[in-house]
């Protein structure tokens, strides 16, 4: 979804008194609409160079907005505006300074721009349009060309070279309530219990305020990189706010919304900034409380993550909606990834390597909460020794442990992934891991997949790295 376009602020806002007395002058006004129980909002001169865009009717009056003009051409930036509200009018004059152009006439034709804009998608539109001085600078003419990648690309008239290039889309930020990453974590408490999801059972400093990034504006929980789908209606509807603003506390179903939403815009984020640009580089589906299970899953031909409610909600631990999203993440990289016992258990090996990882970024690594324990929240309702781990990243597990069930198995595929972790950090550590699984089989064994990973470690980074992933493997029984 688009939002409207936002106008610049801060331009000088002057009475229009004197306007009004001088309105015999001459240039056309543009007639304003007579407002019903507003008399006096009288029709103002307004500048020769200005065309009217619009018409907005408010509570106290009428608002019309006018675009600036050179020579007829729309200069970029420029606007003008009447505010006619009750007995007065003012004027915002947000016109900018065009100086130093000779001509309206373009050097290179309008197909050339358009050719030119390509790179950045196909010409929904494109028109002429003047660039106003920058610092010191003499104003340019240029093509303005709308694409169907949602850019607008600036063409330089004279040259035919691409000047610029906007991303149309509004993205919006809203703030929410959330645990970072659990409350087990955040208070470091293993004795926390779930209450029967009581907002009394978890004190309110294990919650943190956060800004929810990429949101698309439209009130949903909808961005760029996640979707919650939670229907409008029914048991668990979706979290709204036309002030993009969440403010939940656990007892509320959207409070998993909410922290699911914010766990995989992170988690995109962050892969992002490792940079890669084309990993599940999409908005994730999320279909939050919508089961009573104890349990959250991946559905590939959904293309869904699905978090359930039993025991603690899943959507209250974000290493929980980690986890799954390794799995969109891996589905994403590899059509039809995870077939087979091997492939099943680096999936699972993948997700909680994922989901410890992440915690590090804001986490402490303590005894009673080490990175290393995974899902420390949710597991309390079905673990009894602390800390309360529903698997590890170290685990004294080797390949002569597996046991078939590929979450027990992949314990031993994350503690070699861990293992990375350790020796490089988490960046290079996942650029490495991430790297690697766009060249893994759908049915890969663990011998193959870590082999490529050695491989991809050599390619980044040299032998001598390679040599360490290499060991990594090798401790396990991998390699
Ligand atoms: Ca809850
Ligand atoms: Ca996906
Ligand atoms: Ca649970
Ligand atoms: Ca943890
Ligand atoms: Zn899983």
Redesign the pocket.
Known sequence: MRRTPLLATGAVVAAVGALLSTAASGSAAAPLPAVAGTPGAAAAAVPADVTLVQVRRSLLGSHSWYAQTYRGVPVLGGWYAVHATGATASVDDGRQVVTGLASVAPGVARSAAVTAAKAHGNARASRLVVVPAGAGGAATLAWQVSTDQDKQVLVDARSGKVTKVTDERRLANGSGKVFDPNPVVALQNESLKDGNNADSAVPASAYKTVTLANLDGSGYLKGSWANVTNAKKGKTPAAFSSSLSFLYTRSDNRFEQVNSYYAVDRVQTYIQSLGFADVNHEAQDLSVDTTTQ?NSWYTPSQDTITI???????GEDQE?VWHEYGHAVQDDQVPGFGSGSDAGAIGEGFGDYLAGTMSQASAPDTATTPWACLMDW?ST?YTSTTPHCIRRLDTAKTVANRTGEVHDDGEIWSHALWDVNKAFGRDKATRIILEAQFSYAPSTTWAAAAQKTVDAAKALYGATDAATVQAAFHARGIL
């Open positions: 104890d359930g409610t039993g025991g603690v909600d899943d929980v949710d309702s």
